[in-house]
């Protein structure tokens, strides 16, 4: 009887507790939701098989049409930056709580919810596309969420050979005769016994954008909301690709699930080139507070 | 006797002590082996030195090597396809998974990894310790999880002895696994070949063809083929017929330079004979039909390697010299390593 009554007072302060926070004009954290919209230019992708009618058609700067029937990618090392330059980082060094695969065919992964996100005024905002090398190693023991995610068959996103992740994985058709492209892209950097990435090329592009409206933390929660342009994958501002069916790969480029030879022209043109500011096709479309 | 006693007493006391222990400071005695480096070997990986072969970490990794839970239906371990008397390949063409999977390329043996400093076809690992979770996870090979591999083999009595007496605890883990697997592999050395044994005049000599067949290789293969490894680890397209698989790149897919496609690591020829087909999908079946490629002249690309292009794509050779060239390359066969009476 005793112990029943300590069971009522303790939860009596824990609902006393809750209820403080949830009142409290004061509140120390909230939630910052990113919204991934996959579009050609504004319109928004719609995915389909070879034949499909409702697909989303595009039409590169070299004259192909093309369409999707897959489009998935991996964000991480999320970061918030206040005006006054301080940034937020988003559990960036843990890939199970900081670290999503964005699946075009599944809506419920085109939002992903940022938990307490310190109080604040937020004016950029910063992220990978793929995974930072130091913790691309498909570390199961370490992440096992993410791993399992991005593993699952939904979306195939272990790179094997590498023991990295798959950072980008398009499937579609291109020309009016819809012949198959598939673009993976991946890092096959390789360290050896000091540590030292010695070779391989990297795949991972740090996004930078700033936000056109400055997105307020507090008794607010924000929603981002960002665009991915894949009109950039095949016309971005580094490379135009015109993509051709021979075996030749001095042929500009032919699209391969597994070769890194013609990958860093599409990475390029996504993600932007490395070390340079270029957000490649991530742009803001609006914050709403 | 009361010395005796009195240590014995001592002896009681510390053991006792270290039980309490929960293991802090449980002193094991797992020594490092003996690595006897042959004399006229390259350098080690350097890797080597921070994973140096212990006996029971050897022996734990000779164990997991033939561990068929490995695989997700624990059908395949390591020595499936890596077999002793192959050299520590097997003779398909290409490699042979779960449910009989087809893989991509042909089965590497595994000798002298030690002084490597490139693995697989493509050189695509450096450290023989990162390279064994990729058949654990590859669909065509184990298709399994290094978690999934740990819940199977952790409450194993004979895995927990064998963990406990190379690492100090019971724990499996998953660098425990791929270290001891490296342990091992850094053991399998192959260097008692005749050709060894003439090297290290112990007495036995060549036949006429096996002289003749090293001097031609002196004079024809020897300038990739060196070393006492018998390959320069270095990279080239030597135009081979090229794999149908489109994911094919060679060395290209690991670098993205299209000066190595189709560029692969130039293999070891020790024990050659007992590693047939040969490439890197298993294009010839026998050394003949390799060297008869090479004779008759090879596919050309802006990247084939320049030895070859210098020479109008081939390297001519006569019969006899193809059959002296095979009685030499018999002569690099280590049946104690192989574990075969000749």
Redesign the interface.
Known sequence: MKNLKKYILSAAVLVAFASCSSEDDNAVANNVTLEFNNTFGNTPIVLGDATSSSATVNTSEAGQVHHFSEVKYVVSNIRLIKADGTEIPYNTNDLDNGATVINQANPETLSYVLNDIPVGDYTEIKFGLGVRSDLNTLDQVSFPEFYAKAGSNETEMHWEWGTGYRFTKIEGFYDTDNKELSFHSGSTLTDDADGNFVQGADAYRNITLSLPTTATVGNNAPTIAIKADFDYLLSGDSHTVTIVSTADITNNATPSAHTSTEMMKYVDNIGGEANTTSSGMFSIISVEN | MKNIASILAVIVLVTSCSNDDNYESTPFDNPEIDFNIPANFPLL???F??NKPTTFGVELGEKLFTEKRFSINNTVSCSSCHVQTSAFADHNTLAVGVEGRIG?RNTPPIQNLAFMNFYNWD?????LE?QS??PI???EEMDS???EVIGKIENDPDYEDLFEKAFGDEDV??DRIYNSIAQYEYTLISANSKYDRIQRNEGETYSAHEAEGALIFENKCASCHSTALFTDQSFRNIGFPINPN??E?GR???????DD?LSFRVPTLRNIEHTAPYGSFGQFPTLRAVLDYLDNGVVDS?NLDPILKNNNNRIPLTEEEKSNLIAFMTTLSDVEFLGIND
Not at chain 2, 252 to 258: F, K
């Open positions: 990986n350097s890797s030195y921070s991509f050189g695509s690992k450096l450290q990162n979770l990729v996870i590859t669909h999880s290094i978690l883990t998953a489109t994911e790149a290209a897919r690991v670098t993205g330079d299209i496609y802006d």
